[in-house]
Antibody, heavy 117, light 110 residues
Framework: EVQLVESGGGLVQPGGSLRLSCAAS????????MYWVRQAPGKGLVWVSR????????GYADSVKGRFTISRDNAKNTLYLQMNSLRAEDTALYYC??????????WGEGTTVTVSS | QSALTQPRSVSGSPGQSVTISCTGT?????????VSWYQQHPGKAPKLMIS???KRPSGVPDRFSGSKSGNTASLTISGLQAEDEADFYC??????????FGGGTKLTVL
């Protein structure tokens, strides 16, 4: 069974950092584009970032560019999101998803990030 | 990277059909055939329902269909069932290795 499990969320002060992880099982991560999508409480889905199978091509939403870094360790079958200079508006449930060039077909259950003093 | 425009809510009775629109620009929806649709039940992760404008993944009922005309994509659900009640989101590739979601539409089955 294909499964994605996010971890690393928590409570952090504004300006702080967190690193999210997304561990994959039942699939070889290096074969797929991987995505991060977030959802603030009671709000809609917002695309955050994606990375290709080789870790070469990456993209970011304007709202996180320069603060967040997506990466992957194919040997560990794990996706990461390094989040720096966190702001209150980054508070959300963060999902990782596996996909193709233009779709996200398997999603994790998410990990919650709360930015507050 | 402005969000795609979706109606906040739509509704229909069991057995009826509903269509959810998703309007973007000629830089996203109008430029690429990478429009996907996701269903999200409360407290659950999103589920892919349509990819590449109109492709239905394995396991998704054929009651769900997608289309696109110009800068507007649409999701049509025919033969509404109670379990279809959920939030629906469109998503489009927007160039430069970026994507944009719509604001979401709440579907109510009356």
């Amino acid at each position: 069974e294909v499964q994605l499990v996010e971890s690393g969320g928590g409570l952090v002060q504004p300006g702080g950092s967190l690193r999210l992880s997304c561990a994959a099982s039942g699939l070889t991560l290096s074969n797929f584009w991987m995505y991060w999508v977030r959802q603030a409480p009671g709000k809609g889905l917002v695309w955050v970032s994606r990375i290709d199978g080789d870790g070469i091509r990456v993209g970011y939403a304007d709202s996180v560019k320069g603060r967040f870094t997506i990466s992957r360790d194919n040997a560990k079958n794990t996706l990461y999101l390094q989040m720096n200079s966190l702001r209150a508006e980054d508070t959300a449930l963060y999902y990782c998803a596996k996909g193709g060039g233009g779709l996200m077909d398997v999603w994790g259950e998410g990990t919650t990030v709360t930015v507050s003093s | 990277q402005s969000a795609l425009t979706q109606p906040r809510s739509v509704s229909g009775s069991p057995g009826q059909s509903v269509t959810i629109s998703c309007t973007g620009t000629n830089s996203d929806v109008g430029a690429y055939n990478y429009v996907s649709w996701y269903q999200q039940h409360p407290g659950k992760a999103p589920k892919l329902m349509i990819s590449d404008v109109s492709k239905r993944p394995s396991g998704v009922p054929d009651r769900f269909s997608g289309s696109k005309s110009g800068n507007t994509a649409s999701l049509t659900i025919s033969g509404l069932q109670a379990e279809d009640e959920a939030d629906f989101y469109c998503c489009s590739y927007a160039g430069g290795n970026t994507f944009v979601f719509g604001g979401g539409t709440k579907l109510t089955v009356l």
